[in-house]
């Protein structure tokens, strides 16, 4: 069947990822499709509780078409310039922002220049280069200006928002573009007898939904991919042990900060992404450490306005699906793998899948070679972030017993070895694929205060009193650009207050 | 946790180069402009020993070296007698009558690869193929003999896309790089090594010359060649051979008079035994025949090339015997390793002058102190390991993909297995169109593509991309590209004409 075209997709499931998923592909292949259809019911909940994301995002939602005020407003959203690590250091509070640390410096990279202006005795931190980091502690924001070589051009930002609002935007997005919704619970897939491919999904009832492709965006369960496939789950708890999360909203008191922040606790981390309404929480646990009571208390009682409900408690696994794409079934989202949100990586995973399928996109044929391409993409971003997510823990020097296993554990090779390499000279080591880029690994290092044993000895070519001179300009500017943003919320509210 | 270094006491010293020839003064050029007076470089060569030499044409990062070095472009094409190159023709690579161009950048004019790629093919499947050369601003240009400066100040320009190498006469660009080096505090030290001294931690600790004298420095750079006498002769470190898949192992290279004006493209003929170079120079050309020795013997190679040139030989023929393979590490303790002594691939795609300046990058980004920390040198041998391989499955594509069974040299070629790697790349373009690219490759897809088009490997699927990204006016968008390349290349002046104005024109 080579070379005829896909004419029916089924998505599995509408939380965020599903949603996602039928917007994009109603806004690229609608036309050369006959039908894409969204099963989904509304008596199972989606995990959506307020996510924190990526600047990836921003590109995504381009590529619908999607307009950002309309977006900010219709999801609660408020900008997202990076994230504050409470706890994770004893010593002091870190942030990992969206911008780095400013232009090379007669090639050699500016972190390694602060190192040696460092050795020299001078005490600056290296966050006043930061403009996403000083903008962020003054708690404001603005979209950068289109000019890169400027410092009010040289950061990026991302989005807190609610995600059951974002599927339902999306939703409203995709069914206007002709994606038809079915309600309904799926109670069997049944599939090929010949090749075991998918044929369709049975609903509640008896109807069934049938198709060429189907999109598994069914959650953790991966209703399509591994229950009916078996496509294996890779299972990385013995990097990542944390297991569960309670998940709850909270009233916002003050205003919202533009950024994401992340508390180490007893036994994992707690998230706080403030949106324009109220503010979502959770506590990201390791059950053997810590019992559900206890983690849920501990969650109630570090929140900064009163509970908006009960905590809700998702179970989960680190890992990936060996095989995200196999025969005409393609996973995103939970489906797919799970990351805890400790970077907000889990909607760029869904952006990056989305994209890829879109690159890759199959025929009903279902050349293997086309899934094995995706499945190597797919493994490889990962594996990557799960790596940047591990050192987090590996690199805290926060006491207790969970946070001695984190530390004295076996890591995987290649973070060691990008690890062992930062530590001798400060190089980071990137890997193809990677979300994160030099700065981001900088600040997490940096902040966990691991600085290497030496700096670049190419800093040494610079005449020291120009540098330092350099340096000083460049913290001016960079805290006067900081100083000359207006406050989150004030922009919030000139441009893009939800009516909710 | 670590403790914060202070301003680092070990830094280097010295750095002594070993050897010569067109790598070591690179190295010698490229430590001093970015090191200044901050250490002390020095250069060890004999004028008995001969270099290669004959890596002679370039890729399009040569520009950007220079740059990095600051010279004139006019100054250093004076004195290498250098030309300007737009790409490779490859000829009699699929069969005998055959020819392809591989040119430099990228096909089409604001555009992605995926989406020109599956339109161009689609085009073809429909029975309205078009030369994909004709797409390409900078191989049009090398078709129809044009060249000139791509208008940096003009973004709208589709000149742009124009990108260029170089061929040079190797051994006045290593006379010119010393002249630059000398002139910025590099010190030449005339002398032949016969003994490496290795200290008790198993690092170099001097050499001695055969008139006595010994040198020491912190950190020492081989640029040996094939010889390789640090890191191979003194510290033994083991070779990769990668010959089962790379058979040519001889070549034999000789210099001729031109006839007629320089092309600015390089040009490589499938022979019996393998292929043969022309470079064409200023004021010569360079040609070789690289065989496999199991195939032809020297003396046949030699005679076959020179009843191929195009004019008189103007050197008695040099032969050089060689394995395909990369150094299992080039930086071992405080010696690295670059040019020949690091590896050999064959100057099928003109990268051994680029696999230097990329191996000076990477020193530069890892630069080490006196201490040599094995974990920078280890961050440094993985991504030179891989930079080879990927350079390693490019080449083996040229013999791996070719059609001709004409000669023994040629059958073994069509059945020998070829790399995991290059194997799921080629199974994937000719299953599903998809160029993969892997960690740190050098060429980007549009050079697979040329590859893979000049030998004819298809995809057996049509890309649905092409269905779903068009919109109906899909065609008028590229054949008003097509139009715009045709115009914008007219625009440029002959080669030899752009050449004289470039070599004539006051330092800038």
């Given at each position: 069947m080579a070379g005829s075209v896909i004419r029916r997709i089924v998505i599995v499931g509408g939380g965020s990822a599903g949603w996602m998923a039928a917007a994009a592909l109603a806004a690229v292949v609608r036309r050369r499709v006959e039908e894409i259809v969204l099963v989904e019911s509304s008596q199972i909940g989606t995990i959506g509780v307020g996510e924190a994301t990526l600047p990836t995002l921003r590109a995504f939602n381009g590529s619908l078409g999607l307009d950002e005020i309309e977006f900010i407003r219709n999801t609660q959203a408020t900008f997202k310039l990076g994230i504050e690590f409470v706890g994770w250091n004893p010593e002091r509070a870190f942030f990992h922002g969206f911008s780095d640390f400013g232009p090379d410096l007669r090639g050699v990279s500016p972190h390694q220049a602060w190192l040696r202006m460092r050795a020299a005795g001078d005490d600056r931190s290296y966050c006043g280069y930061s403009i996403s980091t000083l903008a962020a502690q003054l708690g404001r924001f603005a979209p950068p200006i289109p000019n890169r070589d400027s410092v009010l051009g040289s950061y990026s930002y991302a989005f807190q928002f609610d995600a059951a609002s974002y599927a339902a935007y999306l939703r409203a997005f995709a069914e206007q573009r002709g994606v038809r919704r079915v309600e309904g619970r799926i109670v069997d897939v049944r599939l090929r007898a010949?090749?075991?491919?998918?044929?369709s999904v049975v609903l509640e009832g008896g109807r069934s939904v049938s198709g060429d492709l189907f999109i598994d965006c069914s959650g953790f369960v991966g209703l399509l991919i591994e229950r009916a496939l078996q496509a294996g789950f890779e299972d990385w708890s013995k990097w990542l042990p944390c297991d569960r999360a309670f998940a709850v909203p909270c009233a916002r008191t003050g205003e919202p900060t533009p950024f994401t922040r992340s508390t180490a606790h007893q036994a994992g981390w707690q998230w706080r992404i403030p949106l324009q309404h109220r503010t979502g929480n959770g506590y990201v646990f390791c059950s053997s450490y810590i019992s559900e009571d206890e983690a849920a208390a501990t969650l109630l009682a570090n929140l900064d306005g009163a509970a908006l409900g009960a905590p809700r408690l998702i179970k989960f696994t680190a890992g990936r699906r060996r095989e995200c794409w196999k025969r005409n079934c393609v996973a995103l989202g939970l489906a797919s793998g799970f990351l805890e949100p400790l970077e907000s990586t889990s909607i760029h995973l869904v952006e990056s899948g989305i994209g890829r399928l879109i690159e890759l996109f199959p025929d009903r044929g279902f050349e293997p070679k086309l899934a094995e391409e995706y499945n190597r993409l797919m493994a490889r971003s990962y594996e990557s972030i799960r790596d940047f997510i591990i050192l987090h823990y590996w690199a805290s020097g926060r006491d207790g017993e969970l946070w001695r296993y984190y530390r004295n554990m076996p890591i995987p090779d290649g973070l060691r070895h990008q690890i062992e390499l930062f530590k001798a000279s400060g190089t980071v080591a990137l890997y193809d694929s990677g979300a994160f880029a030099e700065p981001s690994w900088i600040s997490i290092y940096f902040g966990l205060g691991i600085f290497p044993r030496r700096h670049d000895p190419m800093a040494d070519v610079i005449d020291e009193a120009a540098l330092r001179r350099e340096l000083e300009r460049r913290a001016r500017i960079v805290t006067g650009a900081a100083q000359s943003l207006p406050t989150h919320r004030a922009f919030i509210d000139k441009y893009c207050r939800a009516s909710g | 946790m670590s403790e914060l270094g202070q301003r680092s006491p070990h830094g280097l010293r010295s750095l002594l180069i070993v050897g010569g020839g067109t790598a070591g003064w690179m190295t010698a050029a490229a430590l001093t402009r970015v090191l200044g007076r901050c250490c002390e470089i020095s250069l060890v060569e004999s004028e008995v020993i001969g270099t290669v030499g004959v890596g002679e044409a370039t890729i399009p990062s040569l520009p950007a070296f220079h740059g990095l070095l600051g010279v004139d472009e006019g100054e250093f094409l004076r004195a290498t007698r250098g030309t300007f190159k737009l790409g490779i023709q490859f000829r009699d690579w699929h069969t005998v009558g055959e020819s392809f161009l591989h040119p430099f950048g990228p096909y089409g004019i604001n555009v992605s690869h995926e989406l020109f790629q599956a339109y161009w093919l689609k085009r073809r499947r429909e029975g309205s193929p078009s030369p994909l050369e004709e797409w390409s601003v900078t191989g049009l240009a090398a078709t129809l003999g044009r060249v000139g400066s791509p208008p940096l100040k003009d973004p709208s320009s589709a000149l742009r896309q124009l990108s260029y190498a170089y061929h040079l006469d190797a051994t006045l660009y290593a006379r010119f790089l010393r002249a630059y080096a000398e002139g910025r505090g590099v010190r030449r030290i005339e002398g032949e090594i016969v003994d490496v001294r290795i200290d008790p931690r198993g690092r170099v600790d001097s050499l001695l010359l055969r008139d006595g004298r010994s040198m020491g420095a912190d950190f020492f750079i081989d640029c040996s060649g094939f010889r390789a006498l640090v890191i191979a002769e003194a510290l033994k470190t083991g070779y990769v051979d990668w010959s089962e898949w790379l058979p040519c192992d001889g070549a034999v290279a000789v210099q001729c008079e031109t006839a007629g004006d320089p092309v600015p493209f390089t040009q490589s003929t499938a022979l019996d035994a393998g292929w043969q170079w022309r470079i064409p120079l200023q004021h010569r050309v360079g040609n070789g025949y690289v065989y496999s020795s199991a195939h032809l013997s020297n003396d046949e190679a030699t005679a076959r090339l020179l009843e191929r040139l195009e004019g008189a030989p103007l050197s008695d023929p040099r032969s050089l015997r060689f394995k395909a393979g990369r150094r299992t590490s080039v930086w071992v303790g405080n010696c690295l390793a670059l040019g020949l002594a690091a590896g050999f691939l064959e100057p099928l795609e003109s990268t051994s002058i680029h696999l230097v300046q990329t191996g000076l990058a990477r020193l530069f980004s890892l630069f080490p102190d006196r201490e040599c920390d094995p974990a920078i040198s280890a961050e440094y041998n993985r991504l030179t390991a891989l930079e080879y391989e990927r350079v390693r499955d490019f080449l083996i594509l040229h013999y791996a993909a070719s059609q001709r069974e004409d000669s023994a040299f040629w059958r073994h070629c069509r059945a020998m297995a070829v790399p995991e790697t290059l194997a799921y790349k080629k199974e994937l373009f000719t299953r599903t169109g998809r160029i993969a690219l892997l960690e740190?490759?050098?060429?980007q897809p549009a050079s697979w593509l040329a590859l893979y088009a000049g030998l004819h490997v298809w995809p057996e699927r049509h890309e649905p991309i092409v269905e779903i990204l068009a919109g109906g006016d899909l065609k008028a968008r590229f054949e008003g590209m097509r139009e715009v390349i045709r115009k914008s290349v007219d625009t440029l002046p002959a080669h030899t004409t752009f050449l004289n104005e470039i070599v004539t024109r006051p330092p800038q």
């Amino acid at each position: 069947m080579a070379g005829s075209v896909i004419r029916r997709i089924v998505i599995v499931g509408g939380g965020s990822a599903g949603w996602m998923a039928a917007a994009a592909l109603a806004a690229v292949v609608r036309r050369r499709v006959e039908e894409i259809v969204l099963v989904e019911s509304s008596q199972i909940g989606t995990i959506g509780v307020g996510e924190a994301t990526l600047p990836t995002l921003r590109a995504f939602n381009g590529s619908l078409g999607l307009d950002e005020i309309e977006f900010i407003r219709n999801t609660q959203a408020t900008f997202k310039l990076g994230i504050e690590f409470v706890g994770w250091n004893p010593e002091r509070a870190f942030f990992h922002g969206f911008s780095d640390f400013g232009p090379d410096l007669r090639g050699v990279s500016p972190h390694q220049a602060w190192l040696r202006m460092r050795a020299a005795g001078d005490d600056r931190s290296y966050c006043g280069y930061s403009i996403s980091t000083l903008a962020a502690q003054l708690g404001r924001f603005a979209p950068p200006i289109p000019n890169r070589d400027s410092v009010l051009g040289s950061y990026s930002y991302a989005f807190q928002f609610d995600a059951a609002s974002y599927a339902a935007y999306l939703r409203a997005f995709a069914e206007q573009r002709g994606v038809r919704r079915v309600e309904g619970r799926i109670v069997d897939v049944r599939l090929r007898a010949e090749d075991g491919f998918i044929e369709s999904v049975v609903l509640e009832g008896g109807r069934s939904v049938s198709g060429d492709l189907f999109i598994d965006c069914s959650g953790f369960v991966g209703l399509l991919i591994e229950r009916a496939l078996q496509a294996g789950f890779e299972d990385w708890s013995k990097w990542l042990p944390c297991d569960r999360a309670f998940a709850v909203p909270c009233a916002r008191t003050g205003e919202p900060t533009p950024f994401t922040r992340s508390t180490a606790h007893q036994a994992g981390w707690q998230w706080r992404i403030p949106l324009q309404h109220r503010t979502g929480n959770g506590y990201v646990f390791c059950s053997s450490y810590i019992s559900e009571d206890e983690a849920a208390a501990t969650l109630l009682a570090n929140l900064d306005g009163a509970a908006l409900g009960a905590p809700r408690l998702i179970k989960f696994t680190a890992g990936r699906r060996r095989e995200c794409w196999k025969r005409n079934c393609v996973a995103l989202g939970l489906a797919s793998g799970f990351l805890e949100p400790l970077e907000s990586t889990s909607i760029h995973l869904v952006e990056s899948g989305i994209g890829r399928l879109i690159e890759l996109f199959p025929d009903r044929g279902f050349e293997p070679k086309l899934a094995e391409e995706y499945n190597r993409l797919m493994a490889r971003s990962y594996e990557s972030i799960r790596d940047f997510i591990i050192l987090h823990y590996w690199a805290s020097g926060r006491d207790g017993e969970l946070w001695r296993y984190y530390r004295n554990m076996p890591i995987p090779d290649g973070l060691r070895h990008q690890i062992e390499l930062f530590k001798a000279s400060g190089t980071v080591a990137l890997y193809d694929s990677g979300a994160f880029a030099e700065p981001s690994w900088i600040s997490i290092y940096f902040g966990l205060g691991i600085f290497p044993r030496r700096h670049d000895p190419m800093a040494d070519v610079i005449d020291e009193a120009a540098l330092r001179r350099e340096l000083e300009r460049r913290a001016r500017i960079v805290t006067g650009a900081a100083q000359s943003l207006p406050t989150h919320r004030a922009f919030i509210d000139k441009y893009c207050r939800a009516s909710g | 946790m670590s403790e914060l270094g202070q301003r680092s006491p070990h830094g280097l010293r010295s750095l002594l180069i070993v050897g010569g020839g067109t790598a070591g003064w690179m190295t010698a050029a490229a430590l001093t402009r970015v090191l200044g007076r901050c250490c002390e470089i020095s250069l060890v060569e004999s004028e008995v020993i001969g270099t290669v030499g004959v890596g002679e044409a370039t890729i399009p990062s040569l520009p950007a070296f220079h740059g990095l070095l600051g010279v004139d472009e006019g100054e250093f094409l004076r004195a290498t007698r250098g030309t300007f190159k737009l790409g490779i023709q490859f000829r009699d690579w699929h069969t005998v009558g055959e020819s392809f161009l591989h040119p430099f950048g990228p096909y089409g004019i604001n555009v992605s690869h995926e989406l020109f790629q599956a339109y161009w093919l689609k085009r073809r499947r429909e029975g309205s193929p078009s030369p994909l050369e004709e797409w390409s601003v900078t191989g049009l240009a090398a078709t129809l003999g044009r060249v000139g400066s791509p208008p940096l100040k003009d973004p709208s320009s589709a000149l742009r896309q124009l990108s260029y190498a170089y061929h040079l006469d190797a051994t006045l660009y290593a006379r010119f790089l010393r002249a630059y080096a000398e002139g910025r505090g590099v010190r030449r030290i005339e002398g032949e090594i016969v003994d490496v001294r290795i200290d008790p931690r198993g690092r170099v600790d001097s050499l001695l010359l055969r008139d006595g004298r010994s040198m020491g420095a912190d950190f020492f750079i081989d640029c040996s060649g094939f010889r390789a006498l640090v890191i191979a002769e003194a510290l033994k470190t083991g070779y990769v051979d990668w010959s089962e898949w790379l058979p040519c192992d001889g070549a034999v290279a000789v210099q001729c008079e031109t006839a007629g004006d320089p092309v600015p493209f390089t040009q490589s003929t499938a022979l019996d035994a393998g292929w043969q170079w022309r470079i064409p120079l200023q004021h010569r050309v360079g040609n070789g025949y690289v065989y496999s020795s199991a195939h032809l013997s020297n003396d046949e190679a030699t005679a076959r090339l020179l009843e191929r040139l195009e004019g008189a030989p103007l050197s008695d023929p040099r032969s050089l015997r060689f394995k395909a393979g990369r150094r299992t590490s080039v930086w071992v303790g405080n010696c690295l390793a670059l040019g020949l002594a690091a590896g050999f691939l064959e100057p099928l795609e003109s990268t051994s002058i680029h696999l230097v300046q990329t191996g000076l990058a990477r020193l530069f980004s890892l630069f080490p102190d006196r201490e040599c920390d094995p974990a920078i040198s280890a961050e440094y041998n993985r991504l030179t390991a891989l930079e080879y391989e990927r350079v390693r499955d490019f080449l083996i594509l040229h013999y791996a993909a070719s059609q001709r069974e004409d000669s023994a040299f040629w059958r073994h070629c069509r059945a020998m297995a070829v790399p995991e790697t290059l194997a799921y790349k080629k199974e994937l373009f000719t299953r599903t169109g998809r160029i993969a690219l892997l960690e740190h490759e050098t060429f980007q897809p549009a050079s697979w593509l040329a590859l893979y088009a000049g030998l004819h490997v298809w995809p057996e699927r049509h890309e649905p991309i092409v269905e779903i990204l068009a919109g109906g006016d899909l065609k008028a968008r590229f054949e008003g590209m097509r139009e715009v390349i045709r115009k914008s290349v007219d625009t440029l002046p002959a080669h030899t004409t752009f050449l004289n104005e470039i070599v004539t024109r006051p330092p800038q």
